[in-house]
């Protein structure tokens, strides 16, 4: 094998290909203008804000963190505890501005930054930095832009009032907790009434959850950081919804919390109403209810069921402006994820609903697979039954936003991203700034054993039939993620590993998405078997038709619960697994956070046996093959004692094992840390697989 590090100097230089291209993109209401994030260049990290104008097609600067805030723009030793929290949540590491939040028009924009809050005047770029009471997050303006609100020291504050607007009680205000912005879907906590009289605000206390500790060994003379956890099968945050008055009233929304303690989604419905979503704790069960705002009464407009666990569907529950209701349904044979309008599905078999994302043209705007689930289209479906309209062309992940008449369709296909908005002046194409892609990479994708299991194969460059190669998997194979989708970013990686001279497979076992609700359903009450049966078919059967496929020398990678697979493989399967590298590996889900697990393992004390079966610890005596555990040690989502409990029980079995600790390195790796980590793993995988 040979090995080159320009492909990863140009990943670490260029943030994973991702500097320069512009993201979080905000439309006006009325379609005319838009606001996204984006720095300057390919090698730029500093992400500035934008606004563009659709009528003239002319783009401007609305906001620069480097002219506001010279040498500190948003690394994270600089930020607020719950600004640097919520940037893990949402996978952000680049400086700069993080996030935003417009008016309506997009007139006017705030933002945080370091702690400092600033109104921008987006048409002239002219911003202002308020006065805060402290370090501040998550600052949001009112609907007509004057005033703004946000958080600073666990209290909910707005600009121009005297002292917090919520109660000193000693719980925090006006943000997401754990498991609402990690698993939820929810990373916000406050929200404008629309005449900018009232705040919608969650209240949360953590007191009876356990803390979890982050030391750095590196730096031993720093004080640890901790925060409280909520551990599967251990209590909840404490989630409630009230209403804030500027002019000091209080009321509470009240619902049955000890029955639906998950807060999933909140909001304004008109000055009149407040919609909300909540969940039973093992999200079987989902309410879409409405309140009062004045008294606090609220009362079920929609109930979703489902024996298993409701997956989350964007979009829905929700109430259409006709009144008619949203949810998300399985069409009648059980094969595909639907939607449904007041209890009639509009969607057929034909496609795998994956996000409701507004209305457009009087109709529903989807992403929906069709077809092979390696790709997801854009959809307009018609509220009142007429057949769809597909949007969006050729094979790819494509994606939409819409304000107004104005759609902006985004598609990621093997040959690069591009961005083009459809709105009355015509059709213009969102300036990317990001490097070309280096790999034109067009992985060989087939649907293998009776399962249909979705596998890509990635072969080196130049690669001569007949030159058998050993086989590395790539796995993430969890919930939630697809790993097999025709997006280009996520195979340069798998590019290079595969020109390092293996065979680089892929496969999408039952339990991750986007194939059928059974395929999804799989895992339910028991994480690992199916998974390791699923990959270990796959394997054999690609190689009966990839004979280039070496059998007898198989690695596997993976990160998070990649990583999981990772470990379990060589210590169930070394027959068919002969070495791992096992990142950020939650090795005992006991161990993990409530939302995430007790989904799909239940509680701990009504099913041991699976969390019994998934742990990793017990089968440390039976490790045979070579295994690099790795972690950082700033994980505040897979703490690092899940590597570590591992190793001690590997060590104490007289297992000989390799560990890799990341000091201050969190679930993300980035600025860097990713790619230095790919060379270790090259090495290990070499003297391993030699």
């Given at each position: 094998?040979?090995?080159?590090?320009?492909?990863?100097?140009?990943?670490?230089r260029?943030?994973?290909?991702?500097?320069g291209?512009?993201?979080a993109?905000?439309?006006?209401?009325?379609?005319?203008?838009?606001?996204?994030?984006?720095?300057?260049?390919?090698?730029?990290?500093?992400?500035?804000?934008?606004?563009l104008?659709?009528?003239?097609?002319?783009?401007?600067?609305?906001a620069?963190?480097?002219?506001?805030?010279?040498?500190?723009t948003?690394?994270?030793s600089?930020?607020?505890?719950?600004?640097?929290r919520l940037?893990?949540?949402?996978?952000?590491?680049?400086?700069?501005?993080?996030?935003?939040?417009?008016?309506a028009?997009c007139?006017t924009?705030?933002?945080?930054?370091?702690?400092?809050?600033?109104?921008?005047?987006?048409?002239?770029?002219?911003?202002?930095?308020?006065?805060?009471?402290?370090?501040?997050?998550?600052?949001r303006p009112?609907?007509?832009?004057?005033?703004?609100?946000?958080?600073?020291g666990?209290?909910?504050?707005?600009?121009?009032?005297?002292?917090?607007?919520?109660?000193?009680?000693?719980?925090v205000?006006g943000?997401?907790e754990?498991?609402?912005?990690?698993?939820?879907?929810?990373?916000?906590?406050?929200?404008?009434?629309?005449?900018g009289?009232a705040?919608?605000?969650?209240?949360?206390?953590?007191?009876a959850?356990p803390l979890?500790?982050?030391?750095?060994?590196?730096?031993?003379?720093?004080?640890p950081e901790?925060f409280?956890?909520?551990?599967?099968?251990?209590?909840?945050a404490?989630?409630?919804?009230?209403?804030?008055?500027?002019?000091?009233?209080?009321?509470?929304?009240?619902?049955?919390?000890?029955?639906?303690?998950?807060?999933?989604?909140?909001?304004?419905?008109g000055?009149g109403?407040i919609?909300?979503?909540?969940?039973?704790?093992?999200?079987?069960?989902?309410?879409?209810?409405?309140?009062?705002?004045?008294?606090?009464?609220?009362?079920?407009?929609?109930?979703?069921?489902?024996?298993?666990?409701?997956d989350?569907?964007?979009?829905?529950?929700?109430?259409?402006?006709?009144g008619?209701?949203l949810?998300?349904?399985?069409?009648?044979?059980?094969?595909?994820?639907?939607?449904?309008?007041?209890?009639r599905?509009?969607s057929?078999?034909?496609?795998?609903?994956?996000r409701?994302?507004?209305?457009l043209?009087g109709?529903?705007?989807?992403?929906a697979?069709?077809?092979?689930?390696?790709?997801?289209?854009?959809?307009l479906?018609?509220?009142?039954?007429?057949?769809?309209?597909?949007l969006?062309?050729?094979?790819?992940?494509?994606s939409?936003?819409?304000?107004?008449?104005?759609?902006l369709?985004?598609?990621?296909t093997?040959?690069?991203v591009?961005?083009r908005?459809?709105?009355?002046?015509?059709?213009?194409?969102?300036?990317d700034?990001?490097?070309p892609?280096?790999?034109?990479?067009?992985?060989?994708?087939?649907?293998?054993t009776?399962?249909?299991?979705p596998?890509?194969?990635?072969?080196?460059?130049?690669?001569?039939?007949?030159?058998?190669?050993?086989v590395?998997?790539?796995v993430?194979?969890?919930?939630?993620?697809?790993?097999?989708?025709?997006?280009?970013?996520r195979?340069?990686?798998?590019q290079?590993?595969?020109?390092?001279?293996?065979?680089v497979v892929?496969?999408?076992?039952r339990?991750?998405?986007?194939?059928?609700?059974?395929?999804?359903?799989?895992?339910?009450?028991?994480?690992s078997?199916?998974?390791l049966d699923?990959?270990?078919?796959?394997?054999?059967?690609?190689?009966?038709?990839?004979?280039?496929?070496?059998l007898?020398?198989?690695g596997?990678r993976?990160?998070?619960y990649g990583?999981?697979?990772?470990?379990?493989?060589?210590l169930?399967?070394p027959?068919?697994?002969?070495?791992?590298?096992?990142?950020a590996?939650?090795?005992?889900?006991?161990?993990?956070?409530t939302?995430?697990?007790?989904?799909?393992?239940g509680?701990?004390?009504?099913?041991?046996?699976?969390?019994?079966?998934d742990?990793?610890i017990?089968?440390a005596?039976?490790?045979?093959?070579?295994?690099l555990?790795?972690?950082?040690l700033?994980?505040?989502?897979?703490h690092?004692?899940?590597?570590?409990?591992?190793?001690?029980?590997?060590?104490?079995?007289?297992?000989?094992?390799?560990v890799l600790?990341?000091?201050?390195?969190?679930?993300?790796?980035?600025?860097?840390?990713?790619?230095?980590?790919?060379?270790a793993?090259?090495a290990f995988?070499?003297?391993?697989?030699?």
């Amino acid at each position: 094998m040979t090995s080159t590090d320009s492909f990863l100097a140009l990943s670490t230089r260029t943030g994973r290909f991702s500097y320069g291209a512009p993201r979080a993109v905000t439309i006006a209401a009325d379609g005319s203008r838009l606001l996204f994030l984006r720095s300057t260049g390919p090698e730029d990290p500093v992400e500035r804000l934008w606004l563009l104008d659709l009528a003239t097609q002319r783009e401007q600067l609305a906001a620069d963190p480097v002219a506001l805030a010279p040498g500190r723009t948003g690394q994270p030793s600089e930020l607020p505890v719950l600004e640097r929290r919520l940037r893990e949540r949402l996978r952000l590491w680049a400086p700069g501005i993080g996030s935003y939040a417009a008016t309506a028009d997009c007139a006017t924009a705030v933002f945080a930054l370091d702690g400092r809050v600033f109104r921008t005047d987006t048409a002239t770029g002219a911003c202002s930095e308020l006065p805060v009471a402290g370090p501040a997050f998550d600052p949001r303006p009112d609907p007509a832009g004057e005033r703004v609100a946000y958080v600073a020291g666990g209290a909910l504050h707005v600009t121009g009032t005297d002292g917090p607007l919520s109660p000193a009680d000693g719980a925090v205000w006006g943000a997401a907790e754990f498991a609402a912005a990690e698993e939820l879907g929810r990373t916000r906590g406050h929200w404008w009434s629309p005449d900018g009289t009232a705040l919608l605000a969650t209240r949360i206390d953590e007191s009876a959850l356990p803390l979890r500790h982050f030391a750095d060994p590196a730096h031993p003379e720093q004080a640890p950081e901790s925060f409280a956890y909520p551990q599967a099968g251990g209590p909840n945050a404490d989630v409630r919804l009230w209403v804030l008055g500027l002019d000091g009233g209080r009321i509470r929304l009240r619902w049955d919390t000890d029955a639906f303690p998950y807060l999933c989604a909140a909001g304004w419905e008109g000055g009149g109403e407040i919609l909300l979503t909540v969940a039973d704790r093992l999200q079987q069960t989902v309410l879409l209810l409405s309140a009062d705002p004045v008294t606090g009464d609220t009362r079920e407009l929609s109930r979703t069921v489902d024996e298993f666990w409701v997956d989350e569907l964007p979009g829905t529950p929700a109430r259409l402006a006709d009144g008619r209701l949203l949810t998300a349904a399985d069409t009648p044979d059980g094969s595909a994820r639907g939607i449904a309008l007041d209890g009639r599905i509009l969607s057929d078999e034909r496609l795998q609903v994956r996000r409701v994302v507004g209305r457009l043209r009087g109709r529903l705007l989807v992403e929906a697979g069709e077809g092979d689930p390696a790709d997801q289209h854009v959809f307009l479906l018609d509220p009142d039954g007429g057949a769809p309209q597909r949007l969006s062309e050729g094979s790819g992940v494509h994606s939409a936003l819409a304000g107004g008449e104005t759609l902006l369709l985004t598609s990621a296909t093997p040959e690069g991203v591009s961005r083009r908005l459809h709105h009355a002046g015509g059709e213009f194409t969102l300036d990317d700034r990001s490097v070309p892609l280096p790999y034109l990479v067009r992985p060989k994708l087939a649907r293998v054993t009776e399962l249909g299991l979705p596998t890509a194969v990635v072969y080196p460059r130049g690669h001569v039939a007949g030159q058998r190669l050993p086989v590395l998997l790539d796995v993430y194979g969890g919930p939630g993620f697809q790993a097999v989708a025709n997006e280009p970013r996520r195979w340069q990686l798998r590019q290079w590993w595969a020109d390092q001279g293996f065979a680089v497979v892929t496969t999408d076992n039952r339990g991750t998405p986007f194939v059928s609700p059974d395929f999804t359903r799989a895992i339910f009450r028991r994480f690992s078997q199916v998974a390791l049966d699923d990959q270990v078919a796959a394997l054999h059967a690609l190689a009966a038709t990839e004979p280039d496929l070496d059998l007898g020398r198989v690695g596997v990678r993976g990160w998070s619960y990649g990583g999981y697979f990772a470990a379990l493989a060589v210590l169930r399967r070394p027959d068919v697994f002969h070495a791992g590298c096992a990142g950020a590996a939650p090795t005992d889900f006991r161990r993990y956070d409530t939302a995430y697990t007790e989904r799909y393992l239940g509680l701990p004390q009504d099913n041991p046996e699976g969390y019994q079966a998934d742990s990793l610890i017990a089968d440390a005596p039976s490790l045979t093959r070579p295994l690099l555990l790795v972690h950082g040690l700033a994980d505040d989502n897979v703490h690092p004692s899940h590597t570590l409990l591992l190793s001690e029980a590997l060590t104490r079995a007289g297992r000989p094992h390799s560990v890799l600790p990341l000091p201050g390195v969190s679930h993300m790796t980035p600025n860097g840390v990713n790619e230095h980590l790919t060379r270790a793993e090259l090495a290990f995988l070499r003297g391993a697989l030699a």
